[in-house]
């Protein structure tokens, strides 16, 4: 179902607010990462204000989607998108990295309700997306041996095939061999159920992608893998939406998907966008100020542009 | 004498003793588990037959799952299924998992605190042939030191099979430690077994050393303990299958009766059940203390029993040991 223009302006704006938050949480915290949360604003309003189907007031509810955020260190997005969608109040992202905050420098699961896990070491996510998709694949099994009515089993009639996984992993932690030991897996068991993003921003911590360790063809390795691969500007919110739900048809084609999302590293910023010294570091509290002015003359141009 | 209280086999002595080795209960206690709980699965890394994975396999071939030769891979799927409501035993040979997929099991499965229980076969020198690169001798240490880990080592067959049927019952993520070789079966099935728990095999009239023991070098400790008896040294040995939490009242129990404890253990001498008695005892009671097991050293080819008598892991060694500890 295409989204209406007035929709995607709301998303639009939406991570336009994310990305305020975000300045406002990195220059508070002094440490973080900037160029990755920026960059994956847009995807993670899609999915928190969009594509999950989850209740921000209720986030153990069992039939929810699950998003595994793989790359940990974009936590601050995270952080905002669920702040903004309900999960938490938005004053609270202000906590983030101090002392006692529930807002971890890396995302711990049992600190934060609706988190799902925890991570930061790179290149565990997928794996443990794969395990929730074929554990939700046993009990849709289960349940459909059982009948959907069936008072033994568990609560869960047909859930499985409800439930979705999403995955989300940076482009730097295709060089862990975690991440293709996991990818193996998927495709063996074709988990059509899954649904993986790679943040293609093309920067990693010691400079360019291909020229630390080259992750090229990128698309061509997962097709090898047995998964269906899509590729999309992962700044154009309906772009992205449209190709997580093409990865619901491919349902039928029984392979899990990878989308290939191309997103600007410190997205909204124009002083910063593809410049990989903000991989890992916060602006200053002069900087914060200048790049919020940035982000909130961007959103003119953005909203100019649709009009 | 032996503890009445502990139901050791009739056989105890005998030459004829059944032999099994852990792994066994493994394969055993998975079956076990898994008619009790359907959340149980069975993940493997391409060693099913020497791991027993496929004893599960033929009772519940849905809930068995086999990841190939990926470890960590294996660690980070049982970490999702685990989110998912299953109760994930992996099982590899112990140099592999938790040996090579460590970082997977602190971050995804201690500090997530989830119940994935971790099945580290061909633990210790007694391996045998395939030599040190296959033979584990670091895991307790690595293991017990992560939060939120349970850490098991059972000493026979029967025992294993009643630790992996506790540990599916557990909340949380349990280390299982088991061996390849056979050992002979010292218990029964009316030995009492509980996590967290002691127990007293022998205990002489007149202790002089307390001698704590796990996994299967339990019964070498009772079988020295007797022939030290023999020629009038009481010793008490305490057989400790749960490294983690460990039962600190009986210990200090034993310290306090005998005023002298020494430690074997198939494993490193540092970080392993002797570490965990010494770090123990000296807050709380300091005894003068000997701890057996691998002097920093890496393992060699060899039989098991060549290599358990080479690196002084047998009765007859321990029994020397305890000769020199108290005169």
Not at chain 1, 226 to 252: M, R, T
Not at chain 2, 191 to 210: C, M, R, Y
Not at chain 2, 315 to 321: I, Q, T, V
Request: aromatic share 6%.
């Amino acid at each position: 179902m295409a989204l209406t223009d007035d929709e995607i302006q709301q998303l639009e704006s939406r991570a336009e607010a994310i990305r305020e938050t975000i300045i406002g949480m990195l220059v508070n915290a002094g440490s973080g990462h900037t160029a990755g949360p920026l960059g994956m604003a847009d995807i993670f309003t899609a999915f928190y204000f969009h594509i999950l189907n989850h209740r921000p007031r209720e986030p153990d509810w069992e039939e929810r989607d699950r998003l595994i955020l793989s790359n940990g260190h974009i936590c601050p997005v995270r952080y905002a998108a669920m702040a903004h969608a309900g999960y938490f109040p938005v004053e609270e992202c202000l906590t983030l990295r101090k002392f006692g905050s529930r807002l971890q420098g890396h995302p711990e699961r049992l600190r934060l309700p609706g988190l799902e896990t925890t991570s930061g070491p790179l290149g565990s996510g997928l794996s443990q997306a794969a395990g929730i998709a074929y554990a939700f694949r046993m009990d849709e099994k289960m349940s459909d041996l059982r009948g959907p009515t069936s008072d033994v089993g568990p609560r869960r009639s047909y859930m499985g095939e409800k439930r979705r996984v999403y995955c989300l992993m940076s482009d730097g932690e295709q060089q862990e061999g975690n991440t293709w030991e996991a990818a193996l897996f998927a495709g063996k068991h074709k988990l059509s159920n899954l649904t993986a993003v790679i943040d293609r921003n093309n920067i990693q911590i010691d400079g360019m992608t291909e020229d630390v360790m080259p992750l090229e063809p990128l698309a061509d390795k997962y097709r090898a893998f047995n998964w269906h691969v899509l590729e999309v500007n992962g700044n154009d919110i309906s772009a992205f939406i449209a190709a997580v739900e093409e990865a619901k048809v491919v349902y039928e084609a029984a392979r899990p998907t990878l989308i290939i999302a191309h997103t600007i590293p410190g997205k909204g910023v124009p002083e910063i966008e593809f410049d990989y010294h903000w991989h890992g570091k916060p602006p200053s509290a002069e900087e914060g100020k200048r790049f919020l002015k940035e982000i909130r003359s961007m959103g003119g141009k953005v909203q100019h542009e649709y009009a | 004498m032996l503890n009445s209280g502990a139901h050791l086999s009739a056989k105890i002595f005998a030459d004829d003793i059944e032999q099994k080795p852990t792994r066994d209960g493994f394969g055993t206690g998975s079956v076990e588990a898994g008619k009790v709980d359907s959340r149980v699965v069975v993940l493997c890394a391409d060693l099913k037959e020497s791991t027993r994975a496929e004893w599960f396999e033929k009772e519940f071939p849905e809930r068995c799952i086999e990841l190939g030769v990926a470890e960590q891979n294996m660690a980070t799927v049982a970490a999702g299924l685990a989110l998912a409501g299953k109760i994930p035993f992996i099982a590899s040979y112990a140099v592999f998992s938790p040996g090579r997929n460590y970082e997977q099991i602190r971050t995804t499965i201690a500090l997530n605190n989830v119940p994935v229980k971790l099945c580290g076969m061909h633990a210790g020198v007694s391996v045998g042939p395939d030599g040190a690169t296959h033979q584990m001798l670091e895991d307790i240490g690595m293991m017990r030191m992560l939060p939120n880990m349970t850490v098991l080592a059972p000493g026979d067959a029967e025992e294993a099979r009643k630790a992996v049927v506790a540990a599916a019952k557990t909340d949380g993520p349990v280390y299982l430690r088991f061996g390849r070789a056979p050992t002979p079966v010292f218990t029964t099935p009316e030995t009492p077994f509980s996590i967290g728990k002691a127990l007293t095999l022998w205990s002489s009239e007149n202790p002089k050393v307390a001698i704590l023991s796990t996994g299967s070098l339990s019964y070498a400790a009772l079988v020295a303990a007797r022939s030290l008896a023999a020629s009038g040294i009481g010793s008490l040995v305490l057989h400790v299958p749960t490294i983690k939490p460990l039962d600190e009242e009986t210990v200090l129990g034993a310290a306090k009766q005998t005023g002298r404890v020494i430690t074997i253990e198939e494993h490193q001498a540092a970080g392993g059940l002797g570490s965990t008695i010494a770090e123990f005892l000296s807050e709380h009671h300091p005894v003068p203390l000997r701890r057996l097991g691998v002097q920093d050293m890496f393992g060699q080819s060899g039989t098991p029993l060549e290599l358990l008598a080479h690196y002084g892991l047998d009765a007859p060694h321990l029994e020397a040991a305890v000769r020199a500890f108290i005169s």
